[in-house]
């Protein structure tokens, strides 16, 4: 079953401005993690956020997690045509048997203009 | 180059074809998992493989058929497949206690 859902589903933003999207989950987690992903291409793993934090930074980048309202947002700052791709988080509920199974949500695509 | 290698790229197939889509990592993962992901869709999960043992199968239809000899390969064998199953497949892999997946490039299959 669907797990996170990002919003928005798109978003146009200038060269230099900030990127903020967001994604809300249904059930308990163990950790949250953002995914990027460039047209037809794998997914990279960006950042990943475990339950008991509230705000991570790496680089440019800049998560935030909020378990009472099941939601967290990504943020990327002075953004670059470069950073222009997918967008995804994937929520996961804790290793079972050794593997992770991670829950994806639709995506949000994101376009930086130059 | 991630670590993880899907060949081939593209695959164009008809109905009636056998085909195999193959994953190799070379991070020493001990986890492995085909997604699929079909236009304006969340990635669907379809198969995990620990320890080169499947652990989850999410109601995958058995013209899908998948086979791991190792932890490092993992093979996705297609047969009848319908043109609703065109879509951009990919192979992940993952160490327990390190999150985080690696993921390959994908193949983009067409059925026609």
């Known amino acids: 079953s669907q797990q996170g859902e990002e919003d928005p589903q798109a978003l146009s933003i200038q060269e230099g401005e900030n990127a903020t999207m967001n994604c809300s989950y249904k059930t308990s987690i163990n950790n949250l993690q953002w995914y990027r992903q460039n047209s037809g291409r794998g997914l990279v793993h960006l950042i990943l956020i475990r339950s008991n934090e509230r705000e991570k930074h790496s680089g440019r980048l800049r998560v935030t997690l909020d378990t009472s309202k099941k939601s967290s947002s990504l943020l990327i700052t002075a953004s670059r045509a470069a950073d222009t791709a997918s967008y995804f988080c994937?929520?996961?509920?804790?290793?079972?048997?050794?593997?992770?199974?991670?829950?994806f949500g639709k995506g949000t695509k994101l376009t930086v203009n130059p | 180059e991630t670590g993880v290698t899907q060949t081939p790229r593209h695959l164009v197939m008809g109905m009636t074809n056998k085909k195999s889509l193959k994953c190799e990592q070379h991070l020493g993962h001990n986890a492995m998992y085909w997604y699929k992901q079909s236009a304006k869709k969340p990635l669907e999960l379809m198969f995990v493989y620990n320890f080169k043992e499947q652990t989850e199968n999410n109601s995958v239809p058995s013209r899908f058929s998948p086979e791991c000899p190792n932890s490092s390969h993992l093979f996705l064998h297609l047969h009848t497949l319908q043109p609703e199953d065109s879509a951009l497949y990919l192979c992940?892999?993952?160490?327990?206690?390190?999150?985080?997946?690696?993921f390959g490039s994908g193949t983009r299959l067409t059925v026609v």
């Open positions: 994937a929520t996961d509920k804790g290793a079972q048997g050794g593997s992770e199974k991670l829950v």
């Open positions: 992940a892999s993952s160490q327990t206690g390190v999150h985080g997946y690696t």
